[in-house]
């Protein structure tokens, strides 16, 4: 099946620092989703990308739709404790259906 | 406004025993539902999916079975559990087809077979 590539898997920051992450895939998407999972709870829709080269912010938080619509990033600046949790970039494919395409999540621990 | 339910929160099961968990949507008509399941804290892995009632597509061969009983209810099932099904699973609805609003997840059920 269709692989997102979602790195770096963790990262350990210090409060106030800026984090980046990002998913890159060998295929076309048309959507491209970030998600936030706080520990033991389901994941919640940060962002949603919908045309090449989109950028898009939502306080803290800014994503980009790449040009060539095989990647994205998120980057959260000014990190803060309770942006602890892991991080899922999502991809919609037109051949896929109702699907989404996940990738394997980014770990993010601030400490204060 | 759309909301998710999934129960139980947690499930504590012995080896060999049943399990049932239940999803609902309420706020919305021909939901596609999915199933995903969640080990140590990382990656989904798609369990089910349903585009309508009756319809179910599985992605991985397994323990486990779904059920779409009616057009918001969607059931997760096993006749007998084995220890290598602990995990936390998440239930999700979808509109449209492709989904490009993207999904909303219920609160999961953390599920431990002992």
């Known amino acids: 099946g269709q692989q997102l590539n979602q790195s770096p898997q963790s990262m350990f920051i210090q409060e106030g620092e800026d984090v980046s992450m990002n998913c890159t895939s060998s295929?076309?998407?048309?959507?491209w989703l970030w998600y936030k999972q706080d520990p033991g709870e389901g994941p919640v829709l940060l962002i949603a990308?919908?045309?090449?080269?989109e950028l898009t912010s939502n306080g803290r938080l800014t994503a980009q739709f790449g040009i060539t619509r095989k990647d994205s990033f998120l980057n959260i600046s000014a990190s803060i404790p309770s942006d602890v949790g892991i991080y899922f970039c999502?991809?919609?494919?037109?051949?896929?259906?109702?699907?989404?395409?996940f990738g394997e999540g980014t770990q993010l621990t601030v400490n204060p | 406004s759309q909301t998710i339910h999934q129960w139980p929160a947690t499930l504590v099961q012995p080896v060999g025993s049943p399990l049932s968990l239940e999803c609902t949507v309420e706020?919305?008509?021909?939901?596609?539902l999915y199933w995903y399941r969640q080990a140590a804290g990382r990656g989904l892995q798609l369990l089910f999916y349903?585009?309508?009632?009756?319809?179910i597509s599985s992605e991985v061969p397994q323990n486990l079975s779904a059920s779409r009983p009616q057009d918001r209810q969607f059931i997760l099932s096993s006749k007998k559990l084995l220890l290598s099904d602990s995990g936390f699973y998440l239930c999700?609805?979808?509109?449209?087809?492709?989904?490009?609003?993207?999904?909303?997840f219920g609160s999961g059920t953390r599920l431990t077979v002992v």
């Open positions: 999700a609805w979808s509109v449209g087809t492709p989904s490009n609003y993207g999904y909303t």
């Open positions: 295929s076309i998407f048309n959507t």
């Open positions: 990308l919908y045309k090449a080269g």
């Open positions: 999502a991809g919609q494919l037109l051949t896929s259906g109702s699907r989404l395409t």
């Open positions: 706020g919305t008509s021909n939901p596609n």
């Open positions: 349903s585009v309508g009632i009756g319809q």
